[in-house]
């Protein structure tokens, strides 16, 4: 039998001042089923050093890897930098534009942006507001690129909290689909072959989709997996195979 690296991963925990003892239970039985957590933005609700604090101490009940990104969220106070200080002290290995390899299995990283998808992608034309909008997906997409080149990995995981897809998110109201996420990140998922794509923020998307090259993307965000998957824990597991 082949082995596998087994992959919890989650989005949009969104741990609050008021959080204590609400999330440990998830990252226990993540323990249990999974040999790596993935969590996918919106660590924090308002991106303050103290409910950093708080989800520190909820994973010391993950006995296992946890590697992640930041959300949206997590900039809202302008504190991302404490943020993420506080919890890589924690032993969280947070991704933005960087990769890393766990048991064989590569993993890539970056926040990614809105932008819209297909047709309706975003162009950096007219006013500097919207060029500066566009440059920051552009400059996200490239993020990714950058992780995923530098994986030598047979196989390979990104990591994202925007979508890359539209399909993913296709269930949340229209007029809010380009503040979702943004098709630029999907180019370089599919020439690096990654074999899955999670990400988190539509709390009200679709768990499942394809890139165009058929790559596998899931929308994991917290709610969403508790409302598709009530008789099961609120994460999605992947089986990747290692060679």
Not at 35 to 63: F, M, N, Q, R, S
Not at 114 to 123: D, K, S, Y
Not at 200 to 227: C, D, F, Q, W
């Amino acid at each position: 039998m082949a082995e596998t690296l087994r992959v919890a991963a989650v989005g949009d925990v969104h741990c609050t001042k008021t959080s204590p003892g609400t999330l440990q239970p998830l990252f226990a039985r993540a323990s249990e089923m999974a040999d790596v957590l993935i969590i996918c933005g919106d660590l924090t609700d308002y991106g303050l050093a103290e409910e950093a604090h708080v989800l520190a101490k909820e994973l010391t009940a993950a006995k296992l890897p946890v590697l992640g990104v930041l959300g949206n969220h997590d900039f809202e106070s302008g504190r991302a930098g404490e943020v993420r200080s506080i919890l890589c002290d924690a032993g969280m290995t947070l991704l933005d534009g960087e990769s890393i390899e766990v048991k064989g299995v590569g993993f890539a990283g970056a926040k990614g942006f809105a932008g819209g998808f297909g047709r309706g992608i975003l162009g950096a034309w007219g006013e500097p507001a919207v060029k500066a909008f566009v440059q920051e997906a552009i400059d996200e997409a490239l993020k990714l690129e950058s992780a995923l080149a530098r994986l030598k990995t047979p196989q390979k995981i990104a990591i994202l909290h925007y979508a890359p897809i539209r399909e993913t998110v296709e269930a949340e109201p229209l007029e809010i689909l380009p503040y979702l996420g943004c098709g630029r990140l999907e180019e370089p998922l599919n020439r690096y072959r990654v074999h899955a794509v999670v990400h988190g923020h539509a709390h009200n998307g679709n768990p499942e989709g394809k890139t165009v090259a058929g790559i596998p993307v899931y929308n994991v965000s917290m709610s969403l997996m508790a409302r598709t998957y009530p008789d099961r824990p609120a994460f999605l597991l992947l089986e990747v195979p290692i060679a």
